[in-house]
């Protein structure tokens, strides 16, 4: 593979050479690896060259962790650009980026031939029935688009014109050739992922059409296809013979059940050949990866060059630059930290782990001065502070660990059931959550657990089975929402779900009428309502149940501290469930400080995609074409403006822009049945257009809505924003959320940063990363107040949370959990060089990773992801790992520092060693105790030399400290 060549090639068809590949259409050549994210692949692939330049492997990984992924034979690179520049024809890439598509092409070719004029004399096959309907679509989409470009500009509509096939051209293109019409006799496989005992399902489907004559296969990869065999052999007793390709497939004798290794996104059935295909998203649902940083808790984000930084021992500062200094004639990495007045430090790597983000706006911060008391008194007046929030956070959570509350464990059969009825398959964290929250109920002791899952992953279905255990067990329920269109729509799904159940479901809010409330109160008192869904309506005076067991807060980040506490008020000992896309900040660090149980979804139900999110200012070509493209695909399409006083302006606009399509209009002060009808009816798909304010943020589950427009996203919040977009995308469409700002109006830089963080974080799940960046960006403040600001905002969100981790351990009687590993002093400690890692801020945040580890596991993990992302260990790297390695080593032992100079190793304790372990060094050669330091005199060497010196120096301390 000549790199040079590729390299120019991916430039002239539109990728952009990064350092970092994990969007369609960048590159990266890195020696003897090459990442390129073809523009036309789900996924980004990694180039491994052997000797010689010869590509040795080809393998996917994941955009997020850069991790590989799976092996491919070949991969075909597409251009990432429609605009493929001809060699030698140089022009301004960043200038025409401006400039619409249409402009571009045109004004860079003279000719643009139509596909027919290519192929002159091909026939034309049509699909049966597709002209009638999708071609129709496409053509008036495509006129649509013109004369919305026509309005915008003169300039634009022209080159739109000789850009799109007119409706003309098409038809006479078609009058001058043979057209042919197809029918294709395949039948489809039905979607088993969809039933409630899907495995059943398949096995009974591949068994009636193996008696029939027909030859079954299964496809998929080989951990899906280990999967489908044990299902096969399980139900039916035998297993799947493998087979190789097509040819093999209809060599076989009818009636086989077989396997193949290949990827099909679904199956089919093909009666002339007698062979039905099954492939194994068929059985299991698609499959998607979960994100990366799956967990319960705060992940520290990474370090940028330009971040606000707390360096322990200095304070608040800039992180300016990574530079390398020489030591010793060795070049190693520093950071170079900017304080007040100018003034700077270097850092070496080995202190990279005492440098934690700030989080907040450079300019709403004064920055400490160098060799000033002022940042220890701040940093030691809040450590008190903390010490007094971390002994209320434990003395609660003992407390809660002793208060018993009646074990809830409903009939097995009873649930089974109920779950049933659910008509997806559970993902594997639907399931690990629910078995959490059934191990909760049934311990005897109070549950607090925070569901923690983007935007459809499933959260109610966790509520759902909760709440059935408890109704079950004869318990009573209560489910909170924070507005009645939530509400109502929870209050249906659970009408849906128990029907038949013989478990009474009651509806509680505004706008429920009078009789109907005093019915359901009274039917709460005498118990014979079971569950009880509603707004903060539910905790008013003269609400009282006779058995409350259950209390589930959804939308928990729209509830006060105040609100919620009355709430857990309506009954002793009482089990809670709360539930979030995008928990408030105190609520992760209660989460964080082990108060609260946390079950993360990450991974998201089968064909779910990420919706496609777009930062622009408002153009009204564009807004025009979005809607009418919705409107024409059969959906529905939600625009939401910040204040009630837009909404007429907004309304007048859209009747000259879309005047066919109807606009329904619902904001907060309307009357609740009022604004409740409304949606509701929208919902039932009454309307086009739903113009709104962020009424509709909360909860909603319209499926056939899929484009969304936010007029001045910059008047937003982040997790505002994600709960919008949450809004679209539900069902099997791709969702489309269009951020739009005020066109001529330049963005602020942090709330540009804002946005684009909401367009990066468009993956699915991304909902718990906006609230880490949303604690970064805003702060947790105290865990326990009403108001989100505090200590956090003196000392930053990652010292506070390690602050809070020690201080919560020492208060629970444990060790003080300090992670930080002791220095090793010694010439050469190793690097991640440029020529491996080239990009200063992944070294940074490579070095930031690393010395927060404190495991050989962790390190041995890293270690293999460094060779699967940069290619093979050169030796700086490994004598850094291994530097690590003795580091976590000395951790162990007690020790502090470990200075290795020309003639001799000096060793400080960070406690002093009991007096048998003193006695057992003591007899060890070439050991002296000097100063209240262990000193050890070898025949040191350099380099690596070294390294085996310490790696049998720290092996004879842990001798020492061995028993007898």
């Not at 019915?519 to 869904?533: H, M, T």
């Not at 153009?619 to 625009?639: H, I, M, P, V």
């Not at 495991?855 to 850094?880: M, Q, W």
Request: charged residues 25%; glycine residues 10%.
């Amino acid at each position: 593979m000549d790199l040079g060549a590729l390299r120019v090639l991916a430039e002239r068809t539109g990728y952009v050479v990064d350092d970092q590949v994990d969007e369609p259409g960048e590159i990266a050549v890195r020696g003897d690896l090459v990442d390129i994210f073809p523009a036309d692949r789900d996924d980004p692939v990694r180039v491994v060259l052997g000797p010689g330049g010869a590509i040795s492997e080809l393998k996917t990984y994941d955009p997020v962790t850069q991790r590989s992924e799976r092996s491919l034979h070949n991969v075909v690179v597409g251009p990432a650009s429609e605009l493929i520049v001809e060699a030698g024809n140089e022009f301004d890439r960043a200038a025409m980026r401006t400039v619409p598509m249409e402009e571009r092409l045109v004004s860079l070719h003279s000719d643009l031939p139509a596909l027919f004029d290519v192929a002159s004399t091909a026939s034309i096959c049509f699909l049966a029935g597709l002209e009638e309907i999708g071609l129709a679509r496409v053509l008036d989409l495509i006129e649509d688009a013109w004369r919305g470009r026509h309005q915008v500009s003169a300039t634009a509509g022209l080159a739109a014109k000789r850009f799109y096939l007119s409706r003309e051209e098409w038809d006479s293109a078609l009058r001058n050739r043979q057209c042919l019409r197809l029918t294709l006799p395949v039948g489809r496989i039905p979607k088993f992922y969809h039933l409630p005992r899907a495995g059943r399902e398949f096995a009974a489907f591949a068994e009636a059409r193996a008696s029939s004559g027909f030859s079954v296969v299964v496809t998929g990869d080989a951990s899906e296809l280990r999967r489908a065999d044990r299902l096969i052999e399980h139900q039916l007793g035998h297993k799947m013979e493998p087979v190789a390709d097509w040819p093999q497939i209809l060599s076989v004798k009818r009636g086989s059940l077989l396997k193949a290794e290949f990827y099909l996104t679904e199956g089919f059935v093909d009666p002339l050949s007698r062979i039905a295909v099954v492939a194994a998203a068929d059985i299991f649902g698609p499959s998607w990866t979960a994100n990366a940083g799956s967990g319960s808790g705060i992940v520290e984000p990474d370090l940028r060059v330009g971040d606000l930084v707390v360096h322990e021992d200095h304070g608040l500062g800039v992180l300016a630059a990574i530079e390398q200094i020489e030591v010793a004639g060795l070049q190693q990495d520093v950071v170079k930290v900017e304080y007040h007045g100018g003034a700077s430090l270097l850092v070496p790597v080995e202190e990279f782990g005492r440098i934690w983000r700030y989080g907040s706006e450079p300019d709403a911060v004064a920055l400490d001065r160098l060799d000033s008391e002022g940042w220890n008194k701040r940093r030691q007046s809040v450590a008190r502070e903390i010490e007094k929030v971390a002994r209320r956070l434990v003395t609660m959570a003992k407390a809660r660990s002793r208060q018993s509350a009646e074990m809830i464990k409903p009939s097995r059969a009873d649930l089974a059931r109920f779950a049933a009825r659910f008509p997806y398959a559970e993902t594997l964290d639907q399931t690990a959550a629910i078995r959490a929250v059934m191990n909760d109920l049934s311990s005897g002791k109070t549950m607090n657990r925070l569901v923690c899952g983007d935007v459809g992953f499933g959260k109610t279905e966790v509520a759902l089975r909760a709440c059935a255990a408890a109704a079950f067990c004869g318990k009573q329920v209560a489910v909170v929402a924070p507005t009645t269109v939530l509400a109502r729509q929870h209050y249906e799904t659970f009408c849906r779900r128990f029907a038949g159940f013989n478990i009474e479901v009651a509806h509680l809010s505004r706008v429920v009428g009078s009789t109907e409330t005093r019915k359901v109160k009274d039917g709460l008192r005498s118990g014979n309502i079971a569950i009880v869904v509603g707004t903060h309506a539910v905790a008013a005076k003269g609400v009282a149940l006779s058995n409350l067991g259950l209390l589930v807060i959804d939308e928990e980040h729209r509830f006060g501290a105040k609100l919620k506490q009355s709430l857990r008020g309506l009954a002793p000992c009482l089990h809670t469930l709360t539930m979030s896309a995008t928990p408030i900040p105190r609520t992760l660090q209660l989460a964080m400080a082990g108060v609260q149980e946390v079950s993360v979804l990450n991974t998201p139900p089968a064909k779910r995609r990420p919706v496609r999110t777009i930062l622009a200012p408002f153009d009204a070509g564009s807004a025009k074409a979005a809607l009418l493209r919705e409107y024409r695909r059969g959906g529905q399409s939600f625009f939401v403006v910040p204040r009630i006083d837009d909404i007429g302006t907004v309304f007048r606009q859209l009747g000259r822009l879309v005047p066919q399509l109807l606009v329904k209009i619902a904001h907060g002060e309307m009357k609740a049945r009022e604004l409740d009808e409304i949606v509701v009816r929208f919902a039932a798909g009454e309307g086009d257009i739903l113009l709104a304010t962020d009424i509709i943020e909360s909860g909603l589950d319209i499926p056939q809505a899929n484009t969304i427009l936010v007029w001045r996203a910059d008047r937003f919040g982040l997790a505002q924003l994600h709960q919008l977009r949450g809004r679209v995308g539900r069902g099997r469409l791709q969702g489309f959320a269009f951020l739009l700002t005020e066109p001529g109006k330049e963005l602020a830089e942090a709330t540009r940063s804002r946005l684009s963080a909401l367009v990066a974080l468009d993956r699915l799940g991304s909902g718990l990363t906006i609230s880490q960046r949303d604690l970064d960006l805003r702060g947790a403040g105290d865990l326990f107040g009403e108001e989100q600001a505090g200590h956090i905002k003196r000392i930053g969100v990652g010292l506070y949370q390690k602050l809070l981790e020690r201080a919560s351990s020492v208060a629970r009687g444990g060790p003080s959990s300090d992670t930080q590993l002791p220095d090793i002093n010694l010439q050469a400690g190793g690097s991640f060089p440029g020529s491996y890692v080239p990009e200063p801020a992944i070294r940074l945040s490579l070095y930031s990773r690393l010395f927060r580890m404190s495991t050989h596991s962790d390190l041995n993990a890293f270690a293999d992801e460094l060779e699967d992302r940069f290619g093979g260990i050169p030796s700086e790297v490994a004598t850094l790992l291994e530097v690590t390695r003795l580091r976590m080593d000395a951790a162990q032992l007690g020790l502090s520092q470990v200075d290795v100079g020309p003639e001799a190793i000096a060793i400080t304790f960070r406690t002093k060693p009991s007096a048998s372990v003193w006695e057992n060094l003591k007899g060890v050669n070439g050991f002296e105790f000097r100063r209240g330091r262990l000193i050890f005199r070898p025949p040191t060497k350099t380099g690596t030399g070294q390294l085996e010196v310490l790696r049998s120096l720290i092996g004879s301390i842990r001798s020492a400290h061995a028993p007898g």
